[in-house]
């Protein structure tokens, strides 16, 4: 309904007497205007200020974030992209997938990561190898290396999965597990072929401690035990994959009838990093690096023989995701020697360090199992049977 203005219906003089006009004079019926599908302004600011508070209630719970469009999915031209020419041009799958933006950024990472790889070698030619120098070349070169693969794997498991997001991993806290399995040792310099695996890990909800043992079930030719601890100390807000921490462990090994044994304990930094911050095809999915330092010694069971302790580098680089919401995969790699099998040995006095793949598949809310493999000097898998006590 419109009200017409005074004027409209009292138009008689002051000294006139006013003139009563009929109710259709001043109440005129205007017909509804068309939708045309418009949201009008006030409705609009309304509706999100109804959404932004979760409606009526201060105690509701927060609504639901709206998922982004879907992207692309997985193509095989993206990821035969990726492979060649992806192993020299970094990024080339998620440029043929649409992905633009992360092809850029592949390819920034592998700038990064050659830049480091150079100076390493730089490093490594101007002090001509030196050991105690060694950290200065190793950690760069090492470093820039795990980085280019890390980045490289991202382009093409991403070009093969296309814009969707991982399952996050979430490990439950406040658990108890006990784990029983058997490791195999082949091609290695040891004349033992066969340990079993014990392990335990008791898990919070920023930290996780894991006891585990390694016996040949002779106990004559080897036998091993140790520990290793983890403590979160920062998490990237709102990303349940994003993390800093510490890790620790300690490790005894004696080897055959002679008694040979070495003894090292090491503390380093540990970064997870989700690599959705790369590629939107890799979300929750995780890079992950470790940095520190440990210190071993090594001797003899006999009284008079001499021992020593010698400091070393600890380095692992590697990368991790949730495949499904059962199964998580994670590969390493570790610039490390005293574990078994041992780093490869190279020309006969070096070495580079072991290749590390891990899995773990869920059964169930009680029972999981953990299928590995390590490739150094030697080729050790390994399968358990992990149970939930709590």
């Not at 002090?127 to 090492?142: D, E, F, K, M, N």
Request: hydrophobic share 50%.
């Amino acid at each position: 309904l419109r009200v017409l203005p005074r004027s409209a219906y009292c138009r008689a003089p002051r000294t006139a007497a006013l003139r009563v006009l009929p109710r259709s004079a001043y109440f005129q019926r205007r017909p509804p205007p068309a939708y045309d599908g418009a949201v009008p302004a006030r409705a609009a600011v309304f509706a999100a200020v109804l959404l932004a508070t979760g409606g009526a209630r201060a105690d509701a719970p927060p609504a639901e974030v709206v998922a982004a469009p879907p992207g692309p999915a997985g193509s095989p031209w993206a990821a035969g992209a990726a492979v060649v020419p992806g192993l020299i041009v970094v990024g080339s799958g998620h440029w043929v997938l649409g992905e633009r933006a992360a092809a850029v950024r592949l390819l920034e990472t592998e700038a990064v990561a050659l830049a480091g790889m150079a100076l390493g070698g730089a490093l490594l030619w101007g002090s001509r190898a030196s050991a105690p120098l060694a950290p200065l070349y190793v950690v760069p070169g090492i470093g820039g290396l795990g980085l280019l693969t890390v980045a490289w794997l991202t382009d093409v498991i991403g070009a093969v999965h296309g814009a969707r997001d991982w399952p996050a991993p979430r490990p439950p806290p406040g658990t108890l597990t006990v784990t029983a399995g058997y490791a195999g040792l082949y091609g290695s310099p040891f004349d033992f072929h066969g340990l079993l695996d014990l392990r335990a890990s008791w898990r919070g909800d920023r930290f996780v401690v894991m006891p585990f043992a390694l016996v040949e079930p002779g106990g004559a030719a080897y036998v091993a035990a140790g520990g290793r601890g983890a403590v979160r100390l920062w998490r990237r807000a709102g990303d349940a994959v994003t993390q800093a921490g510490l890790v620790a462990g300690v490790l005894h090994q004696r080897f055959g009838p002679a008694g040979f044994h070495v003894t090292a304990g090491e503390a380093a930094g540990e970064a997870r990093v989700n690599l959705g911050l790369l590629a939107r095809t890799m979300r929750n999915a995780y890079g992950l690096g470790r940095l520190g330092v440990g210190l071993e010694g090594y001797g003899y069971a006999a009284p008079d023989a001499a021992g020593d302790a010698r400091p070393y580098l600890v380095l692992e680089v590697g990368l991790g995701l949730q495949a499904t919401r059962r199964v998580g995969l994670e590969l390493l790699y570790r610039h490390r020697k005293n574990e078994l099998p041992g780093g490869l040995v190279t020309g006969g006095f070096s070495f580079l360090g072991m290749v590390e793949a891990a899995g773990r598949v869920q059964l169930g809310e009680r029972w999981a199992v953990l299928p590995g493999l390590r490739y150094g000097n030697g080729v050790m898998p390994w399968i358990a049977v992990e149970s939930r006590l709590y």
